[in-house]
Structures are given as structure tokens and as C-alpha cells.
């Protein structure tokens, strides 16, 4: 079991593009969340998908949108890029009580 | 509104030492409490979870413990070795499904 992915490691962007980062889910976990972690602060929940809807959402703005595919796999898509967009994203998976993360992807806008 | 904090932010101990980290969350109506642990721009790895019906959970050197009433966690570790040198972070989501709020983490440090 390859566990959490997520693609890609790291990115770069310019302000004002948009970027979509993409997670698979351990196998057999169908509900699948995104967090962003800022630099030296805990993880910030963006939403969670399950059964291809979006189930909760934390405080974030509609530049921030989501999807989950069939088959459990997630994107996450940020528009209009801010410098504050600049972290680290983290995916995470559950089936159940205990969600197992991802390594992230780490974004950096300039 | 739930809110999460940990105290210390940083810690550094020798090794050796056995140590306390603290976890504290403003609803205690939870559903459960899970610690992780994550090492510098990597993801993050669950150490322990507590149901919310239960007090404690032990994992090695690790042992967790749940204090609903008073809405605090710990994080025991015993004879700490500089490999347990990360940042150990506490989440406490409401329901299964609910959206999961993280404390600000303790940054750890064992010095060999």
C-alpha cells in the first residue's frame, strides 16, 4: 500500500496564476481532506470531500475550489494566486476516525 | 467555535529525559483526540488516537492521555532519544466527519 500521495513536491507560481495540486487516498479511504500549513503554524483545514461532495469547509475563499473523482482522488485548485498562498498543502485520507497524511505538496508564489 | 493550543511552543531536553507535552481545547465536546508528529516540510504521521469514551492510549514510549472535563491532553514520552526530534501537534475534531482543528504544534529538541 503506496499510502497518501500527492503531486507535485513543489511548485513555483507567479501572482494572480492558478495552480491544482492532486492527492490519492490510501486504498479504501473515500473521504479525503486538504489542509494548508502556513511556516511554523499548525495545519488549516481548506475541505473535505466524500462521495465526490464537498462535506465541510473551513475559512477559506472561492479561490479555493475542489474535486474528488470516482475513484476517491482529489485536487485542490487555488486561483488568482496571493503571495499568502505560499505554504505547504497536506492531504490527508480516512476511513473512519483516523486520517493518515500525505507528504504535501510545497507551494511558493512569487 | 473549537480552538486548539499546546504549551510549550519549544522544547529542548537531553536525552534521556522523560517529557510532557500539553494539549488544550476550548469544546470538550469531542470525538475523539489524535496526536501527530512532523518533521520539518514533511507531512504528518499519527502518533495516538483517543476516542473520546476512552482515558489513555500507549504506544511504545509514547502514552496519551484525555481529560475531557477539563479539556486537556498529554503526550508522555518516556526516555526521549534524538530521534523523536520534531514537531508534535493535537487535533480535535467533533464528529467523524467534522473538519479537524489543529493545535500550533511543540517544536521538540533532544540533544544527544
Known amino acids: 500500500d503506496a499510502g497518501v500521495t500527492q503531486s507535485p513536491t513543489h511548485l513555483i507560481k507567479t501572482r494572480g496564476q492558478q495552480v491544482t495540486l492532486r492527492c490519492s487516498p490510501k486504498s479504501g479511504h473515500d473521504t479525503v481532506s486538504w489542509y494548508q500549513q502556513a511556516l511554523g503554524q499548525g495545519p488549516q483545514f481548506i475541505f473535505q470531500?466524500?462521495?465526490?461532495?464537498?462535506?465541510q469547509r473551513g475559512n477559506f475563499p472561492d479561490r479555493f475550489s475542489g474535486h474528488q473523482f470516482p475513484n476517491y482522488s482529489s485536487e485542490l485548485n487555488v486561483n488568482a494566486l496571493l503571495l499568502g498562498d505560499s505554504a505547504l498543502y497536506l492531504c490527508?485520507?480516512?476511513?473512519?476516525?483516523?486520517?493518515?497524511f500525505g507528504p504535501g505538496t510545497r507551494l511558493t508564489v512569487t | 467555535k473549537q480552538e486548539v493550543t499546546q504549551i510549550p511552543a519549544a522544547l529542548s531536553v537531553p536525552e534521556g529525559e522523560n517529557l510532557v507535552l500539553n494539549c488544550s481545547f476550548t469544546d470538550s465536546a469531542i470525538y475523539n483526540l489524535q496526536w501527530f508528529r512532523q518533521d520539518p516540510g514533511k507531512g504528518l504521521t499519527s502518533l495516538l488516537l483517543?476516542?473520546?469514551?476512552?482515558r489513555e492510549q500507549t504506544s511504545g514510549r509514547l502514552n496519551a492521555s484525555l481529560d475531557k472535563s477539563s479539556g486537556r491532553s498529554t503526550l508522555y514520552i518516556a526516555a526521549s532519544q534524538p530521534g523523536d526530534s520534531a514537531t508534535y501537534l493535537c487535533a480535535a475534531p467533533k464528529t467523524s466527519y467534522d473538519k479537524v482543528i489543529f493545535g500550533p504544534g511543540t517544536s521538540l529538541s533532544v540533544i544527544p
Open positions: 470531500y466524500y462521495e465526490e461532495e464537498e462535506r
Open positions: 483517543i476516542q473520546s469514551s476512552q
Open positions: 490527508a485520507s480516512s476511513l473512519g476516525d483516523e486520517q493518515y
